[in-house]
């Protein structure tokens, strides 16, 4: 959670924070983050502007995990 975002898509009220939670949560394309958070659903105007974010969301998650291979995988049992 950030205190800085930004409105993406006017028509859903979906955030540039909203398209992170949704990739952090395991989407990883603009297709499957419009599904799970409706962005660019209505006048679609917003479109160009949610793939940057998802673009530049991913490659950051990219980066970070190119230091913890199985990130998910890991269990201490
Ligand atoms: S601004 Fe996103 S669908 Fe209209």
Known sequence: MGYHFMYVCLCTGVTDGKIRDAIYEG?????EVREATGVASQCGKCACLAKQVVRETLADLQLSQAAIPYPVEFSAA
Request: glycine share 0%; net charge positive; charged share 20%.
């Open 27 to 31: 989407c990883c394309s603009y297709r």
